[in-house]
């Protein structure tokens, strides 16, 4: 994938030598996390808004990004926060923005292009803890119920939203399926992640019997004659996008009376949340998430009050008389 980083259009830096090794500079970073690291599109391309926000910064004060200095990071971050004419980042925004200058950096060190690297003691604002969207069981429910009839976009979405619920994928996971990623017999799927990485989900059997519908009576009809790889189609017969799926969900989310607690990604929250809740291994879940850290899945872990006076009520030997 070839990523075109343009400079900076204002303010102009004072040196056009600085800035067009700065766009040097990036242009290897952005090749290194695509080809090395196996980063998506999406995070390059904020990646890349990241470091130009941080060139035109650094042009503003004459300055150069081998040559930078902590208090340069660390003004550059305090501007982002405090806005200084532009809408101020949020806490969260910040964090990504230093996250990416410490990968930048980490990546400069590296190839020996400097010999201290700037970040190594930057300190970001205390992001709030912020828990994600579920559904509960009855609500899950209503949403997988709302595709209704037998047309062959129905079986999709049917077979699309049970999935996604069945196993935890993100969005790019389910329209990156293809149809050799599944084995319906063993009852499982293949699932690509962040960087490539493969994993393993077992399907449940009401996904079984959703996909095998829709592979019956729903996908056939949409492909017709030509060849597609992708499991999730469009009605023109072609590999389903990301936004096409944003759409199918909200859709049905609003059918069901759920179109303000809607994403995506919320079906795959309601998925480990109810994992959790069931019994399910903190580690297995983390496996069918995908995730490389036991830290994040922990984030699913919260109970809520009810749930903890049932647990309490239920284990504690003197709560009930």
């Not at 072609?238 to 994403?263: D, F």
């Amino acid at each position: 994938m070839a990523i075109a980083v343009k400079p900076p259009s204002a303010p102009e830096p004072a040196s056009p030598g600085a800035a067009s090794r700065f766009e040097g500079l990036v242009l290897d970073f952005l090749s290194y996390l695509e080809l090395e690291r196996g980063l998506s599109r999406n995070t390059l391309s904020a990646y890349r808004t990241d470091l130009l926000q941080y060139g035109e910064f650094l042009a503003d004060r004459d300055a150069d990004a081998l040559a930078a200095r902590p208090a340069d990071i660390a003004d550059f971050l305090a501007n982002l926060a405090a806005g200084n004419g532009r809408p101020a980042c949020s806490a969260s925004t910040v964090h990504r923005k230093a996250a990416c200058l410490r990968s930048f950096y980490k990546h400069l060190r590296r190839d020996e292009l400097i010999a201290d690297d700037p970040t190594a003691a930057l300190s970001t604002p205390r992001r709030a803890k912020k828990l994600p969207q579920v559904l509960n069981y009855s609500e899950v429910q209503k949403l997988l119920a709302a595709p209704r009839g037998d047309e062959p976009t129905v079986l999709r979405d049917r077979a699309l939203l049970e999935v996604m619920y069945a196993c935890g994928l993100r969005a790019s996971e389910t329209t990156g399926l293809e149809m050799a990623d599944l084995d319906l017999r063993q009852g499982f799927l293949r699932a690509r992640g962040k960087g490539s990485k493969e994993r393993l989900v077992p399907l449940g059997r009401k996904a079984i019997a959703a996909i095998g519908a829709y592979l019956r009576g729903g996908r056939p009809k949409l492909v017709g004659e030509r060849h597609e790889a992708k499991l999730f189609v469009n009605f023109r017969g072609g590999p389903l996008s990301r936004q096409g799926l944003y759409k199918i969900v909200k859709r049905h989310a609003r059918a069901a009376g759920l179109a303000g607690q809607m994403s995506p990604h919320t079906l795959r929250h309601s998925f480990a949340t109810h994992l959790l809740a069931g019994g399910c291994d903190l580690r297995a879940v983390q496996e069918m998430l995908g995730h490389a850290d036991i830290s994040t899945t922990q984030m699913y872990t919260h109970l809520s009050g009810e749930q903890l006076k049932e647990v309490y009520f239920r284990a504690h030997p003197r709560a009930v008389v």
